[in-house]
Nanobody, 126 residues
Framework: VQLQASGGGLVQAGGSLRLSCAASGGTFSSYAMGWFRQAPGKEREFVSVISWNGGRTIYADSVKGRFAISRDNAKKTVYLYMNSLKPEDTAVYYC????????????????????WGQGTQVTVSS
């Protein structure tokens, strides 16, 4: 399975971005898909996850109400809509696939994920 994240860039505080993660190989429609981020000097942290059919989502408290995750299984793509961006959202954003497919509290743990994309940089200026 290969994951290709895109859509990052430089945006002013309060702005919006949409990240995409396109998958190839494997059975995308059976995977739970997550987004994580890593800021310089910090550990990789959970952002959001969506179940295989889109029926369940979880968000980190820091992004709840501002970010939205969705997926299109026909296009083998997962999206992260980021609104009301803050400077503290600046990080490299990674998408990841959990072949288990079901979303649970454990989905916040990066070790639950089997495949990772290469990351896309998001920079929010103040």
């Amino acid at each position: 399975v290969q994951l290709q994240a895109s859509g990052g860039g430089l945006v002013q505080a309060g702005g919006s971005l949409r990240l995409s993660c396109a998958a190839s190989g494997g059975t995308f429609s059976s995977y739970a898909m997550g987004w994580f981020r890593q800021a310089p000097g910090k550990e990789r942290e959970f952002v959001s996850v969506i179940s295989w059919n889109g029926g369940r989502t979880i968000y980190a408290d820091s992004v709840k109400g501002r970010f939205a995750i969705s997926r299109d299984n026909a296009k083998k793509t997962v999206y992260l809509y980021m609104n009301s961006l803050k400077p503290e959202d600046t990080a490299v954003y990674y998408c990841a696939a959990d072949t288990y497919g079901v979303v649970a509290d454990a989905s916040r743990n990066l070790y639950e994920y089997d495949y990772w994309g290469q990351g896309t940089q998001v920079t929010v200026s103040s």
